[in-house]
């Protein structure tokens, strides 16, 4: 029998909820495959950093590594000053972890209705690969005269062949599993240096995949496209910034970002991958009890499929899919639903759904 180890930081606001609610599925998952998840739990988020005046240590982060995957709430915290938990916690572990790979499914489920009039399950199902440790996320630049009417700003960007080619090589191969297309966004007319070499590495890797058709849409206009006509998208690959973006807006389409899964994917394999929601902490719905925890049960079913239970994976997405169909309404206050309570029913449908049978098939 199969021993997993798993890494599970809560986090701020709605984190923990929302991923005490995930765990339930994945241990119910576990149980019906015949596999065991230890759960090891890491103190870390606003609290600990307001206690300790520190955000992650080294030892921390080298226990973090032992383990076979992790599984992130969110962070963020209205007492913290913003950066100090997303740069210090989220962006440092998926560098330190080599995430170079950020997988974010946009996937309208049989029952919900997307907020943008004719979109449907038969013409939304794509994947946004983000590359996920460079861009304008490397931290580096400046603040001169700072709060005078006289500062600069300089926000660094950095992109490398070595990182670009690790999410471009990603998106294709994902794209030849699917329905062979990726779709470069990007500001090639205005970013011309990064521009140029996410084309270049793009039209390179595509040589290796001449079975996989690829275009081009700039980031501006994807805001158009990707709402009104997401049939027209399989993998989307794009930088750091961008995916961010339009992942947010590709969490709306499906229905909200209390929908939507994200993994932080090592393609190398040399450290564990990190599985989080799309979404962040909530502040304005936190302990109320109202977060939805699909996303984050969601993105527990991509760490199953990333740790190789694929039967698991789509039972817990299957079992989601259909508690999902069963609710009135999504993803923010209004929906009127416990996190807790809908953990349990998405772990009590686990058991008992046929992935194959009920309609989610094989997906990646
Ligand atoms: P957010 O994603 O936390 O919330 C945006 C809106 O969506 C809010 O109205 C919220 O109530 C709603 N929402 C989010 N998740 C929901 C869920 N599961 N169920 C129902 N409604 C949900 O974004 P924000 O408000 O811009 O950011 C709040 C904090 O989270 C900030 O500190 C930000 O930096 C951080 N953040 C963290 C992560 C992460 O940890 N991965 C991601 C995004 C933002
Ligand atoms: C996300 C979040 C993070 C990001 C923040 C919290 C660093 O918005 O995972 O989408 O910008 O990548
Ligand atoms: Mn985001």
């Known amino acids: 029998m199969s021993t997993y180890s798993l890494a599970v930081v809560g986090g701020d606001g709605i984190g923990p909820d929302v991923t005490q609610a995930a765990l339930a599925g994945v241990q119910a998952a576990a149980h019906r495959y015949g596999f065991t998840v230890r759960t090891t739990i890491f103190d870390l ?10 955000v992650i240590d080294e030892n921390t982060i080298s226990e973090l590594r032992e383990h076979d995957a992790i599984l992130l709430g969110a962070v ?23 995430q170079s790979v950020n997988i974010r499914p946009v996937r309208l489920y049989p029952g919900i209705e997307s907020p943008v009039r004719g979109v449907t399950p038969e013409n939304c199902d794509l994947v946004v690969i983000r590359e996920n440790t460079e861009g304008l996320y490397t931290g580096g ?16 960007s950095i992109s490398t062949a070595a990182a670009t080619s690790e999410a471009v090589d990603f998106a294709f191969q994902l794209a030849q599993a699917r329905r062979r297309r990726v779709t470069l966004c990007h500001k090639t007319n205005i970013l011309l240096h990064a521009g140029q070499l996410w084309q270049e590495t793009v039209d390179r890797i595509a040589e290796r995949y001449p079975d996989v058709e690829h275009d081009y849409v700039h980031a501006d206009a994807m805001c158009q496209h990707l709402p009104l006509d997401p049939g027209r998208f399989d993998v989307v690959v794009t930088d750091n910034l961008f995916g961010d973006i339009i992942s947010d807006l590709g969490a709306t389409v499906q229905g909200g970002l209390g929908l939507a899964a994200s993994a932080n994917f090592n393609p190398r ?12 902490s909530a502040p304005d719905i936190a302990g109320k009890g109202w977060a939805n925890p699909a996303a984050a049960a969601l993105s527990a079913a991509l760490c199953l499929a990333g740790l190789g239970e694929r039967e698991a994976a789509l039972s817990l997405e299957t079992a989601v899919a259909s508690v999902l169909a069963e609710l009135p309404a999504f993803a923010g206050p209004e929906m009127g639903s416990d996190t807790a309570g809908l953990g349990h029913r998405i772990a009590e449908r686990v058991s008992i759904v046929d992935p194959h049978r009920d309609g989610m098939g094989e997906k990646s």
């Open 269 to 280: 394999g040399s450290a564990p991958s990190m599985y989080e929601p799309v979404h962040g």
């Open 141 to 156: 630049g400046s603040l001169a005269h700072a709060g005078s009417g006289n500062a600069v700003a300089i926000q660094n």
């Open 45 to 54: 988020g606003a609290e600990r950093f307001l206690r300790t005046g520190m």
């Open 76 to 98: 963020g915290d209205p007492r913290v000053a913003p950066g100090v938990l997303e740069q210090g916690l989220i962006v440092a572990l998926r560098v330190a972890f080599a």
